[in-house]
């Protein structure tokens, strides 16, 4: 017998999303049910619910005894672990970004976007929200800016053919030919200056056959490495990724960007064959089903089932 989730199917959280549920049926008996139903066994029944919602909606079960299952998966705090009590799961996972970017793309159908580069322009930089580390990525890189595409929602710069800046999906939708007419990304991460942290951002480029620099926390480079990612040493000095302070890090960064811009004006930048390896290696190794399954099965759903005994 499979142990019971119960959850809100009104309610926004990662037992609520189709492209998920194949994985969790696995591994449990998934039930939408909000309204309190007599017998369910409290030994294998969890009550799902996100933090994110001030809707208490689970309390006329955990009132009864039920155990909460607190979906915290998108914390993106890399190393942010889960907290177990008599009564509550907080439930985290290190890569379920990553999980649920590379199940999403694929719901999307970005995994069968042909790779079709025309290196027209220098790089791509997607920016939204405006935050002080990203005006300064922008002052400093303002000189490569007029052969770029990026844009800066928040500073009313816009990308032709963008999507709805309103809706829940923006920052997940994906405009191929923005990729395909640059030569690599430069990324901005939402945040620099904490612990390791990662969002969807780090991984569009992996997903696109996109090479990158991605102005993050320290360290993310080698996190993306753990997963089986390459990046792009052999032209690229890759030490900015462990320099501790973000205004140097910032620093290395636009010196290699210059660099690589003398190759983008020789139309040299990135098309080399170990980089076109790389690029399909990151493209097959973000959409590997099998990698993500195994993924989801230690860091989620494991850690579920031994939460229940």
Not at 31 to 41: A, K, L, N, R, T
Not at 101 to 111: K, M, N
Request: net charge negative.
């Amino acid at each position: 017998m499979k142990p019971t989730i119960i959850y809100n199917p009104n309610e926004f959280n990662n037992i609520n999303c189709s492209y998920l549920w194949s994985l969790w049926r696995e591994q449990f008996d998934l039930v939408p049910q909000v309204e309190y139903v007599s017998g369910y066994d409290k030994k294998y029944t969890l009550i799902a619910s996100s933090f994110l919602h001030n809707n208490e909606w689970y309390k006329s079960w955990t009132g009864r005894g039920y155990r909460w299952l607190q979906d915290h998966l998108w914390d993106s705090g890399v190393n942010e672990l889960s907290e177990a009590s008599d009564s509550t799961l907080v439930l985290r996972a290190r890569d379920w970004v990553y999980i649920t970017q590379s199940l999403w793309y694929q719901e999307f159908g970005y995994d069968q976007i042909e790779y079709a580069p025309s290196y027209e322009k220098f790089f791509l930089m997607l920016l939204r929200i405006s935050k002080p580390h990203r005006d300064n990525l922008v002052i400093a890189a303002d000189q490569f800016l007029n052969d770029s595409l990026y844009s800066y929602v928040d500073h009313g710069v816009y990308l032709d053919n963008d999507f709805d800046r309103t809706s829940p999906l923006y920052a997940n939708l994906i405009n191929p030919d923005w990729y395909s007419k640059t030569c690599f990304s430069l990324t901005a991460e939402t945040k620099v200056d904490t612990d390791l942290f990662i969002s969807e951002k780090s991984f569009k480029p992996l997903a696109m056959f996109h090479p990158t620099i991605i102005y993050s926390t320290p360290n993310t480079l080698s996190y993306l490495h753990t997963l089986g990612f390459e990046t792009f040493d052999h032209i690229i000095d890759e030490s900015y990724d462990n320099e501790p302070d973000e205004y140097v890090r910032l620093g290395k960064i636009v010196v290699e960007v210059g660099k690589l811009y003398l190759m983008y004006k020789q139309g040299m930048l990135f098309r080399d064959a170990i980089t076109q390896q790389k690029l399909m290696h990151n493209h097959n190794r973000f959409y590997d089903f099998a990698h993500v399954k195994q993924l989801f099965k230690e860091q989620i759903a494991d850690q579920v089932m031994e939460y229940i005994g």
